[in-house]
């Protein structure tokens, strides 16, 4: 039997209404309504790098123009809506799902244990319990709070001073959290104090973590593979995905079809019931900036077969050597990723040093008006006063990258 086709633009649509990127960015954003749309989305990465705001903001922003970073330290910090530990990096996530993460805590606990002793100096492990006991009686701490006559190191997260790695290992197994940040540093409490005790009195199987992980992961993709589905939280191995999928397969929960990329090839996938004959949703015509962390792109090669569009984070890429720049946001209007903009915040200025249509794009002016407008809305957002264009922005790539 025939495989049912979706087309690439019925995909694309499907795609981006599960992402919250289908409708305008209009309606509330804060308390229940902010913790409704993280749990939309799944997870919202945090990232350090600031060139006009953090990435966790931008993402939130994009979907609600409410969007007020107060609002999202409320709902981590004193509502308890939020919480925050690792998917493929640092995120936010639903309070619901922590106990999602105990498989997870014991896995890191096994796992990290090799590379770490490997990674790090010696003697991190000996400040477990008396950082625990620490926090136990005095409240939260940070890095800077721990590790007295410690010698600090220069380096990256390699060279870490022994009771910060203890920190972030208590974390990463659970035994801490994060109360809350101050600036972008991380401030741990005993999890306890900080996961509410009806979050915390869940306990599931093995296999009902695996059913949460394939399940959540497909509802919030349409569609997918094995591997796409498996990295949505990082939460298990692909061939459990595909073990799942194909029980799920032969029990109806899941159907196969036939999807079509932005070059007309197609890809057997995974779809939930239904969905190929489903109405496919309108989508607003909105140019918006997008943080390059979305979770609409996290995946890169699902990106680039759905939308055309290859990004890389050129971070760490010599300036010779980048194709763009240093941290260049992706343009999305209606459901096409139509170029990508190097813009950063100066002060009371979001100076832009350049556009790069994409191939086959035409940049016109009912586009650029577009743009106009929404680098108004993030000026205001981030608290600049005026949006500055830098001579010969609009550009083609010199390569491919």
Partial sequence: MSLPVLSNAAARRHFLDRHALAEGPFGGCSGMALAGLVDRIGFVQVDSINTVARAH?????SRRGSYRPAALKRALEGERRLWEHWTHDASILPVGLWPMWRARFAADEARLHGNW??????GYEAQFDGILDRIAREGPVSSFDVGEGEERGKGGWWDWHPSKTALE?????????VTRRDGFRKVYDLTERVIPAAVRSVELSGEAVVDWACGSALERLGFGTAREVAAYWNAVPGEVAR??????????RVEEALVEGA??????????????GAVVPEVTGRLRVLSPFDPALRDRARAEFLFGFRYRIEVFVPEPKRVFGYYVFPLLEGDRLVGRIDVKRAGGVLAVRAVWPEPGVAWGKGRQAKLEAELARLAGFVGSDRVEWTEGWLRQPERQP
């Fill in 117 to 122: 002793r490997r990674w790090f100096r010696d």
């Fill in 263 to 276: 070059d007309g090839a197609r890809r057997r996938v995974f779809t939930l019931p239904g969905l190929t």
């Fill in 169 to 177: 290992w208590l974390w990463r197994t659970g035994r801490i959290a």
């Fill in 57 to 61: 903001d931008m993402i939130l922003w």
């Fill in 243 to 252: 073990d799942w999928l194909e029980r799920a397969l032969r029990g109806g």
